[in-house]
């Protein structure tokens, strides 16, 4: 029972320097989301797919891309890294919140990613 | 536009005592509200959930009961182990796409 797997789970970079964080599902979950959690600040969402080859901008995508070629995967680019993206980092998926069972999100484990 | 109100921790009590953490939300139509929990080092994982007003989420000992008339979605526990140290979410889906919004999140700590 994998779920949703996430790499790297520690990453330290140097400004301008350029990283992608990989994350993997097996639940077949049609939509998939990565969010950074801030201290004090909850969790914003960054971007979201609703299934393989359609992605859609969340609350704070600027300096991000991401791209769902495969239901299972759904990777985070940081390009030009920021020391303002310094965060934890977390994938997500789901069989849809306004769907049964009961439209539970299942979250990675994070990735806390430091700009230096 | 929708949004979580959760109460600023940290929380702070002793093992059997009573927790309420206090939630309020603003959404348009009518969200599905939720609770999640984090514990230390790991992601977030599904406490419960209630659908519709009036409807009560239960999960190891935590209740929390939609009430539409005031807005709120307060997380409540009759006797807190160390164990449920953690920090809690309140969320709300918004009713026109598959997304989560989150409130800030509250630490609990319990300590023997």
């Known amino acids: 029972n994998a779920g949703v797997t996430q790499t790297p789970k520690f990453r330290i970079l140097k400004i301008g320097q350029s990283m992608t964080l990989q994350c993997t599902q097996d639940m077949n979950h049609n939509y998939m989301y990565w969010y950074r959690q801030d201290p004090g600040m909850g969790l914003k969402l960054i971007y979201y797919s609703v299934g393989a080859g359609i992605t859609d901008k969340g609350e704070v995508p600027n300096g991000y891309n991401v791209s769902r070629s495969t239901t299972e995967d759904f990777p985070l680019r940081l390009e030009l890294a920021a020391p303002s993206q310094t965060s934890v980092y977390f994938c997500?998926?789901?069989?849809?919140?306004?769907?049964?069972?009961?439209?539970?999100?299942?979250f990675g484990e994070g990735s806390r990613l430091t700009v230096l | 536009g929708n949004s979580v109100t959760q109460m600023e921790g940290p929380v702070t009590l002793s093992e059997e005592a009573f927790l309420t953490i206090n939630c309020t939300y603003t959404a348009t139509g009518y969200p599905s509200l939720f609770w999640y929990v984090q514990y230390p080092g790991e992601g977030l994982q599904l406490l419960l959930k209630a659908t519709k007003a009036d409807d009560k989420g239960s999960n190891k000992g935590f209740e929390a009961t939609y009430r539409k008339e005031t807005t709120s979605f307060h997380l409540e526990k009759g006797s807190v182990q160390v164990s449920d140290s953690a920090v809690y979410f309140c969320a709300l889906s918004d009713p026109d796409t598959d997304k989560l919004i989150f409130g800030t999140g509250t630490r609990l700590q319990v300590f023997p």
């Open positions: 997500a998926s789901s069989s849809g919140v306004r769907r049964e069972p009961n439209g539970e999100l299942f």
